[in-house]
């Protein structure tokens, strides 16, 4: 598995390409089929589902479909019936995302009116009641990173991915202000 997830994980093209090499080497002659099925219908779409292609779109950190599935279910769960005429199904859809609005609402309203300790930093302060906590985590990460931005790793993506701004954005603001 870790063989996998070193594919799906590949920071970089060139990353990807040794790894998939790599698993080609090690996996050939001892499971050539699977080998042959992954070549032959996941490599294709490798862009849809590996990090060097994915994290260049906003995905918020959402990589997996298990929220999909979860909304399917609870839709069915709405739908109970398959008896019901068009307007009865749309009707009903219409209730469940109403319900899930508001779920959503009082969630985000009860995140973002949260202080905590370790987002008390004067500096953030006018972000505090405006992030949730998660965002407000991997802000601080690359806030802390800025600090000593000439030394870091960049992850380039970041920005992309989560529509946060990335440590050099950061570093650039502090530096000019």
């Given at each position: 598995?870790s ?5 799906l994980y590949s920071?970089?093209?060139i990353?990807?390409?040794h790894?998939?090499q790599?698993?080609?080497d090690k996996y050939n ?5 699977s080998?042959d099925?992954i070549?032959r219908i ?7 589902f ?8 906003l995905h918020l950190g ?8 979860g909304?399917?279910?609870v ?5 109970k019936?398959?008896n019901?005429?068009?307007?009865m ?6 209730a ?5 609005v508001?779920?959503?609402n ?12 370790r987002?008390?930093n004067p500096m ?8 949730s ?13 800025a ?18 701004p990335f440590?050099h ?9």
């Open positions: 598995m063989d996998w997830n070193s594919l920071g970089k093209q990353d990807f390409e790894n998939w790599v698993f080609q002659s001892i499971a050539k089929h080998l099925y070549a996941w490599i294709p779409l490798k862009e849809k590996v990090s060097c292609w994915a994290d260049k779109h959402s990589v997996t479909t298990s929220r999909i599935e909304n399917h279910s839709l069915k769960k709405y739908l019936h398959i019901n005429d068009l307007l199904s749309i009707q009903k859809i219409d469940m995302l109403d319900n899930q508001t779920e959503i009082a969630l985000i309203g009860k995140e973002t009116m949260q202080i905590t300790p987002h008390s953030i302060a006018a972000l505090n009641r405006k992030m906590q998660h965002a407000l985590d991997l802000f601080m990460v690359e806030f802390k990173a600090k000593n931005v000439e030394n870091s790793i960049c992850e380039c993506n970041f920005s992309t991915k989560y529509g946060i440590r954005t950061i570093y650039d603001k502090m530096k000019s202000s």
